[in-house]
């Protein structure tokens, strides 16, 4: 053993061969000492780039802090900061999510050949710069939605994909490309790998063990940590505002856990005993009115993107809608109508389905996407209605055709049923005043009753206006949303003057309602409140009685059970929601807001913790209009709190139980 230590320091009488093993002896111990350093400096520099790539995240999320200000304006100095710093925790987690199998990998089965490292790094690019893509993406898609993006995006974009519409928005957003291209040539030093030629070295198995475990161990802490529960973007709301969810989470977290979540099935809750259940909430109603003779033609106008604001004269974001405005004067006007769904596609279950957007994704595109439901054109049709839906976009656009015919719509008219793309607006669909004269042409050929829902796509941002108009509709102390909104507003004054001298105008009821509130202003001031606060009217020139202003609540889960009344319906139906028409009962607002479930009622609003149940808000909105008092805690209010988190559990519970035991039909 003394002779094996003294190899090289003390040669022995090998006589010829005592240089050769020197020579090979010293070679090895110098390759030996090589590699382990290099085994070493390898680990630790995929760990600096892995850093790096975390400062990048940073980084973003402080641009994005000072881009959407107004949006977070109501936080102070010592929360942001406070969360800035809870947020390096999630994008920590987020990283080794992502490249925790490439340290393991590296850690275990060193690569040590240069070809073999060339395609490692090209991993950790790919991967690391795809997360600083999305998260500049990311950042563009806030500004139009307030909302961060997650997995349904993957149902979006490839509906929504066109060259010009990515010129517009990257037009708007031109800063961010320029951030990104800045990263990005950093990034081609920094991730720059060495040209090395290595050999392939052997670690003994119990020091590749060691290595396992330690990286193991400090991914497990830092993705799990030492709370109740695993780390999810709603464990941001054990500690700070429900706001500061959108600050503190990241891109690719958000990503993949929705993803994990729309694969995973609804949690079975069990709030209430069955007979609690059908004293606080029901789903299936009876209607026993006596039917309408007249069977009135309904046309339900569904508004893309209209934010309460711009039909309201109180507000300083108000629109120029001369023609909405005055007819609105003669119709039933709801002041405090809410959405449920804060994007088009959960927007449009509510208000066809009056099914609560509880989901990440709607749920015909979820693994319930086969539930039995009798829906409201399988009603109506079997009552002696014409169902058809126009939407100037491509065919199953956000896969809306398949939603419609699910729910027992027949007809469904699309940009290739218009067939002129003379009128295409290059990103959204056809300019919404061609395709509304289009609508009115099929209409007239339709036998009275009928229902139809026209979708405009024009107030979608970029705001495409028609060349031909784009003079007209520029009008001074508008922004682009406003100016959008008014030439929308122009659009349906061209479809009501082309249908009003039909014979079926005066035996029609229309439907005004928004699919989501969107900001009008980035000066805007938000609260969970009012980026839910949508225009909701209903004009029936037939109907002299359906005039006048309500301010009580209402939600687009209502439209349903009011179209059942309206069109004289007799028998059972599904709803989450009431009709607008009785004022007696009870009335409430739901929303999923990311991971929080909200109600609203005509004075309070209380949040609750997707994650754990437990409430984390109740404000009352109509003397704090910017939520700053929370009464969660409050003594006096412990009834109220228990009035709406009781009301918002049963709906929970009714929506989860129907799904998972196919209890939607009646």
Same mark, same amino acid.
């Given at each position: 053993?003394?002779?094996?230590?003294?190899?090289?320091?003390?040669?022995?009488?090998?006589?010829?061969?005592?240089?050769?093993?020197?020579?090979?002896?010293?070679?090895?111990?110098?390759?030996?000492?090589?590699?382990? #350093?290099?085994?070493?400096?390898?680990?630790?520099?995929?760990?600096?780039?892995?850093?790096?790539?975390?400062?990048?995240?940073?980084?973003?999320?402080?641009?994005?802090?000072?881009?959407?200000?107004?949006?977070?304006?109501?936080?102070?100095?010592?929360?942001?900061?406070?969360?800035?710093?809870?947020?390096?925790?999630?994008?920590?987690?987020t990283?080794l999510?992502?490249?925790?199998?490439?340290?393991?990998?590296?850690?275990?089965?060193p690569?040590?050949?240069?070809?073999?490292?060339?395609?490692?790094?090209?991993?950790?690019?790919?991967?690391?710069?795809?997360?600083?893509?999305?998260?500049?993406?990311? *950042?563009?898609?806030?500004?139009?939605?307030?909302?961060?993006?997650?997995?349904?995006?993957?149902?979006?974009?490839?509906?929504?994909?066109?060259?010009?519409?990515?010129?517009?928005?990257?037009?708007?957003?031109?800063?961010?490309?320029?951030?990104?291209?800045?990263?990005?040539?950093?990034?081609?030093?920094?991730?720059?790998?060495?040209?090395?030629?290595?050999?392939?070295?052997?670690?003994?198995?119990?020091?590749?063990?060691?290595?396992?475990?330690?990286?193991?161990?400090?991914?497990?802490?830092?993705?799990?940590?030492?709370?109740?529960?695993?780390?999810?973007?709603s464990?941001?709301?054990?500690?700070?505002?429900?706001?500061?969810?959108?600050?503190?989470?990241?891109?690719?977290?958000?990503?993949?856990?929705?993803?994990?979540k729309?694969?995973?099935?609804?949690?079975?809750?069990?709030?209430?005993?069955? *007979?609690e259940?059908?004293?606080?909430?029901?789903?299936?109603?009876?209607?026993?009115?006596?039917? *309408?003779?007249?069977?009135?033609?309904?046309?339900?106008?569904?508004?893309?993107?209209?934010a309460?604001?711009?039909?309201?004269?109180?507000?300083?974001?108000?629109?120029?809608?001369?023609?909405?405005d005055?007819?609105?004067?003669?119709?039933?006007?709801?002041?405090?109508?809410f959405?449920?769904?804060?994007?088009?596609?959960?927007?449009?279950?509510?208000?066809?389905?009056?099914?609560?957007?509880?989901?990440?994704?709607?749920?015909?595109?979820?693994?319930?996407?086969?539930?039995?439901?009798?829906?409201?054109?399988?009603?109506?049709?079997?009552?002696?209605?014409?169902?058809?839906?126009?939407?100037?976009?491509?065919?199953?656009?956000?896969?809306?055709?398949?939603?419609?015919?699910?729910?027992?719509?027949?007809?469904?008219?699309?940009?290739?049923?218009?067939?002129?793309?003379?009128?295409?607006?290059?990103?959204?669909?056809?300019?919404?005043?061609?395709?509304?004269?289009?609508?009115?042409?099929?209409?007239?050929?339709?036998?009275?009753?009928?229902?139809?829902?026209?979708?405009?796509?024009?107030?979608?941002?970029?705001?495409?206006?028609?060349?031909?108009?784009?003079?007209?509709?520029?009008?001074?102390?508008?922004?682009a949303?406003?100016?959008?909104?008014?030439?929308?507003?122009y659009?349906? #004054?061209?479809?009501?003057?082309?249908?009003?001298?039909?014979?079926?105008?005066?035996?029609?009821?229309?439907?005004?309602?928004?699919?989501?509130?969107?900001?009008?202003?980035?000066?805007?001031?938000?609260?969970?409140?009012?980026?839910?606060?949508?225009?909701?009217?209903?004009?029936?020139?037939?109907?002299?009685?359906?005039?006048?202003?309500?301010?009580?609540?209402?939600?687009?889960?209502?439209?349903v059970?009011?179209?059942?009344?309206?069109?004289?319906?007799?028998?059972?139906?599904?709803?989450?929601?009431?009709?607008?028409?009785?004022?007696?009962?009870?009335?409430?607002?739901?929303?999923?807001?990311?991971?929080?479930?909200?109600?609203?009622?005509?004075?309070?609003?209380?949040?609750?913790?997707?994650?754990?149940?437990?409430?984390?808000?109740?404000?009352?909105?109509?003397?704090?209009?910017?939520?700053?008092k929370?009464?969660?805690?409050?003594?006096?209010?412990?009834?109220?709190?228990?009035e709406?988190?009781?009301?918002?559990?049963?709906?929970?519970?009714?929506?989860?139980?129907?799904?998972?035991?196919?209890?939607?039909?009646?």
């Open positions: 053993m003394v002779e094996s230590f003294n190899l090289i320091a003390k040669p022995l009488n090998y006589g010829k061969y005592n240089t050769m093993i020197n020579m090979n002896c010293s070679t090895l111990c110098l390759e030996q000492q090589f590699m382990e #350093h290099w085994y070493k400096s390898y680990i630790l520099d995929l760990i600096k780039k892995i850093f790096f790539v975390l400062l990048i995240i940073f980084l973003l999320r402080i641009v994005f802090l000072f881009t959407n200000y107004n949006y977070f304006s109501d936080l102070n100095a010592l929360l942001i900061f406070k969360a800035l710093i809870y947020a390096i925790r999630i994008d920590i987690a990283l999510l992502i490249n925790g199998f490439l340290l393991l990998f590296i850690a275990t089965f690569v040590t050949f240069h070809k073999g490292r060339k395609i490692f790094m090209s991993i950790f690019i790919c991967l690391n710069g795809g997360l600083i893509f999305l998260s500049v993406c990311d *950042n563009i898609y806030f500004m139009y939605t307030q909302r961060r993006i997650n997995y349904d995006i993957v149902y979006l974009v490839p509906q929504s994909f066109t060259i010009k519409l990515v010129w517009l928005y990257c037009k708007k957003g031109w800063y961010w490309l320029l951030l990104l291209a800045g990263f990005l040539i950093m990034n081609r030093k920094i991730f720059r790998d060495e040209k090395n030629t290595m050999v392939h070295y052997r670690h003994a198995w119990r020091n590749k063990l060691y290595n396992f475990v330690i990286i193991v161990v400090l991914c497990f802490i830092a993705i799990r940590g030492f709370e109740s529960r695993p780390l999810s973007p464990t941001v709301l054990l500690y700070f505002p429900s706001k500061v969810i959108n600050l503190a989470s990241n891109t690719g977290f958000n990503l993949l856990y929705s993803y994990y729309g694969q995973s099935p609804l949690a079975n809750k069990n709030y209430f005993t069955s *007979n259940l059908d004293k606080q909430f029901q789903i299936f109603h009876q209607r026993t009115q006596k039917g *309408n003779p007249g069977k009135p033609n309904i046309v339900l106008l569904v508004m893309e993107s209209f309460r604001d711009y039909l309201d004269s109180s507000s300083k974001f108000k629109a120029y809608t001369p023609f909405l005055s007819l609105m004067e003669g119709s039933l006007v709801f002041r405090n109508a959405n449920n769904g804060r994007e088009s596609t959960h927007g449009l279950v509510a208000i066809l389905a009056s099914l609560p957007p509880f989901m990440q994704v709607p749920y015909y595109h979820s693994q319930y996407h086969a539930a039995s439901i009798r829906g409201l054109g399988k009603i109506l049709s079997e009552d002696g209605y014409d169902c058809s839906f126009f939407l100037g976009d491509v065919d199953d656009s956000f896969g809306f055709k398949e939603f419609t015919h699910s729910i027992g719509i027949s007809h469904y008219y699309s940009r290739r049923d218009f067939g002129d793309d003379r009128f295409y607006n290059g990103a959204w669909g056809i300019h919404d005043e061609n395709f509304f004269l289009y609508a009115a042409d099929v209409l007239a050929k339709k036998q009275p009753p009928f229902f139809a829902t026209i979708y405009n796509v024009s107030s979608h941002p970029p705001y495409i206006i028609p060349e031909k108009l784009q003079k007209q509709f520029t009008i001074a102390g508008q922004n949303a406003q100016n959008s909104v008014s030439y929308v507003d659009a349906y #004054h061209s479809f009501f003057k082309k249908i009003k001298n039909e014979k079926w105008f005066s035996n029609t009821v229309f439907i005004f309602i928004a699919d989501h509130f969107l900001s009008p202003s980035d000066k805007k001031e938000f609260t969970a409140v009012n980026v839910n606060a949508i225009p909701f009217f209903i004009y029936a020139p037939g109907m002299p009685l359906l005039k006048g202003d309500y301010n009580y609540v209402v939600q687009q889960l209502d439209v059970p009011t179209i059942l009344q309206l069109a004289g319906y007799n028998g059972r139906y599904m709803s989450f929601g009431k009709t607008v028409l009785n004022t007696a009962q009870p009335r409430y607002a739901v929303q999923k807001m990311d991971y929080t479930f909200q109600i609203i009622d005509s004075s309070f609003v209380l949040g609750l913790n997707a994650g754990n149940d437990a409430v984390m808000y109740l404000y009352n909105y109509r003397v704090d209009s910017l939520l700053k929370n009464l969660f805690q409050d003594t006096k209010m412990v009834e109220k709190k228990l709406l988190e009781s009301q918002l559990k049963a709906m929970i519970q009714r929506y989860n139980g129907g799904f998972l035991n196919n209890r939607l039909l009646y």
